[in-house]
């Protein structure tokens, strides 16, 4: 490679004696590394040139700093000595890390060290000692650092301002209290198993059908009674199986489901799409399995209609095939139709106090998507602070790891959770400390969201799961944070109360989609609204979404509650924030997201009035954060 004759120029020798001094080669070892790279250049075809040492130097700096990547990596997992009591190992949590989350900076036997010898840290949340958390140092590392959406966030103009305010009473009068007292549980909700229970994606066929109809079952003798109770249906009128497939002039009642002619179809590219529903292709499915056309020319009455719903039509079949319908009743809110005493609904919380509560509702994303240092939440806890609710109600997303590109950079340090509990769950904690120490006894109640990263992927949703964050998810104080199901229902205030409807799901956004309205209805919202009052239930599209992981098993915890009325029905959504008083006198409101990217969103103050009669919510008020 150098030639039978060393070369004459004398800084190409001074060149080749300083890289081997850089590199501790010897001359031997030098000029073998010179021949073995020629070679390497000549077997891929580049031409042939002068001697230039630099490009040498440089191909042995790339090798040198390819070596040390290489040892970095091996040393990360050390081999186990079984006889020294000191040995580095590796716990089955340590495992799974390195599998999903990647290989932390630090090898996994100076982690373990640095947390079995430094106790110093308090717990952040119970105030206890605990062992410093693994993913502390990563924390204080991602607070300090700024962003741009941080800065966006920070210069908005529009904090604190009220959007627009809701007023529902005229009435005067009544004091503020500030007490919000957790009674003893009702149930504690068997959905607490975190897949146990959970049949999603294990249903078969013949319990989905039964499980669907079970509603309808519970339904059919109900509206048979409350219709006749009120000579609502002729005399003659026939009702049971028969009505579906019995061809006969005479007046028929027939209670089912809806559902569409085609559910299913495919586009030009053979994807399969969902087919709308139209009043062409509307049937009805009886708790038997019986199914039926509907004629829908002759209804006029507003009413809103999707797949899953159940109603009852009266009508007549004349050729066993189609009910020309004339009347059609979807209101099942005036049945008092709920979960059977068999299958409780357990998913209720109640808080008494006197006098008039104000109640805070706020949605997730509670952070800018660039950032993990929860500036919107902040932000919002300052105002919590002013305000003194007695009631704060957070609802996911609280980590949604798929739409928070901040975390991809740090999900190989610290988990989701860890961080939820590190650095969320104190600043909460903090703020009800703070409204105590004011006179103020809060109680926060967290609704997790599908999208959440250590949540449960099923419909009902189980609680937030902590039990992978490490000592501090098992030990934390939750004094007054409660952790609940999605759905789930809390009453506000002594004797009957005020009763809130929690949800995350997107239900507004699924059933506007996927509904037919038939005549003049006062607004769209208003009648989805609507529908889900008469249908007593958070979700009574089915099938449902495809974002909707629905375990039917489960139905029957997304009804209300048979025994109680609703007062109030939070359903956040994408679309613009709202609050409506529609059917039975039942608020219903969308709180909007306290976080549009780094753009600043909203949450809803509610003012209710737990001893009135009626009209128990006073006011709505949707405030910028």
């Known amino acids: 490679a150098l030639g039978d004759e ?171 209290t500030y007490e919000a007292v957790v009674p003893t549980q009702i149930l504690k909700s068997r959905l607490e198993g975190h897949g146990e229970e959970h049949q999603y994606m294990f249903d078969e066929i013949p319990d989905m059908l039964e499980n669907t109809r079970e509603r309808v079952r519970r339904c059919e003798s109900a509206f048979y009674r409350h219709l006749k109770a009120r000579n609502l249906l002729m005399e003659d009128t026939r009702a049971g199986p028969e009505a579906f497939c019995q061809a006969s002039p005479d007046p028929i009642l027939a209670v089912g489901r809806i559902r569409v002619e085609l559910e299913r179809g495919s586009n030009t590219d053979g994807v399969q799409t969902r087919s709308r529903i139209n009043a062409k292709s509307t049937l009805l499915e009886s708790d038997e399995g019986n199914v039926v056309k509907l004629d829908l020319d002759q209804v006029s009455s507003g009413v809103a209609l999707a797949p899953g719903m159940v109603v009852a039509v009266e009508g007549v079949n004349a050729d066993g095939r189609k009910i020309s319908v004339s ?32 109640t805070v509702v706020a949605t997730g994303p509670f952070t800018t998507t660039e950032s993990v240092a929860f500036k919107p939440l902040d932000d919002l806890l300052a105002q919590v602070r002013i305000t003194k609710p007695a009631v704060v ?91 609940l199901t999605n759905p789930s229902f809390i009453t506000v205030g002594a004797g009957r109360g005020v009763n809130i409807g929690l949800t995350s799901l997107s239900i507004l956004e699924d059933l506007s989609a996927e509904c037919m309205i038939l005549g003049p209805v006062e607004d ?74 780094d753009r600043s969103g909203t949450y809803a103050e509610i003012l209710v009035d737990p001893s009135s009669s009626s009209d128990r919510v006073r006011r709505v008020s949707v405030v910028h954060v």
């Open 6 to 176: 060393p070369p004459k120029d004398v800084s190409v020798l001074e060149e080749c004696l300083s890289v081997a001094q850089m590199m501790r080669l010897s001359t031997e070892e030098l000029c073998n590394k010179w021949t073995s790279y020629a070679l390497e250049n000549k077997k891929s075809g580049a031409p042939e040139t002068s001697v230039d040492v630099s490009l040498l130097r440089q191909h042995l700096l790339s090798l040198s700093d390819r070596k040390q990547r290489e040892q970095q990596n091996t040393d990360l997992v050390q081999p186990m000595d079984i006889a020294s009591e000191d040995s580095p190992f590796m716990t089955t949590d340590d495992f799974f890390n390195l599998q999903n989350y990647g290989v932390p900076d630090i090898p996994i036997s100076m982690a373990k060290k640095k947390n079995e010898t430094d106790t110093s840290r308090g717990n952040l949340v119970g105030g206890t000692s605990a062992k410093i958390h693994r993913g502390l140092a990563v924390i204080h590392e991602l607070l300090s650092e700024r962003v741009e959406s941080d800065d966006t966030w920070v210069s908005r103009t529009d904090r604190g301002q009220v959007e627009v305010e809701h007023v529902f009473s005229d009435r005067q009068g009544g004091v503020e």
């Open 393 to 483: 109600v957070l609802i996911g997303p609280f980590i949604a790891e798929a739409k928070l590109p901040a975390l991809d950079k740090v999900k190989a340090k610290i988990l989701p959770e860890e961080l939820f509990t590190e650095v969320f769950l104190p600043k909460v904690r903090a703020c009800l400390e703070s409204l105590t120490d004011d006179g103020v006894s809060a109680k926060c109640f967290l609704v997790p969201h599908l999208d959440d990263s250590f949540s449960d992927f099923v419909v009902p949703q189980p609680p937030l799961d902590l039990s992978n964050a490490g000592d501090l998810g098992h030990t934390m104080a939750m004094d007054n944070i409660e952790l």
């Open 524 to 597: 769209r919202i208003s009648a989805l609204c609507t529908a889900l009052v008469k249908q007593r239930s958070f979700y009574p599209l089915y099938p449902p979404s495809a974002n909707v992981p629905i375990d039917t098993h489960g139905l029957h915890r997304l009804e209300f509650p048979a025994e109680q009325d609703l007062d109030i029905m939070v359903v956040p959504s994408r679309l613009k924030n709202f609050a409506k008083k529609v059917h039975r006198n039942v608020v219903c409101v969308n709180p909007g997201s306290i976080c549009k990217y």
């Open 327 to 358: 009347a059609l009743h979807d209101d099942t809110y005036q049945l008092g139709i709920g979960p059977s005493k068999e299958q409780p609904n357990d998913l209720m919380e109640t808080i008494e106090g006197s006098g008039l509560v104000k």
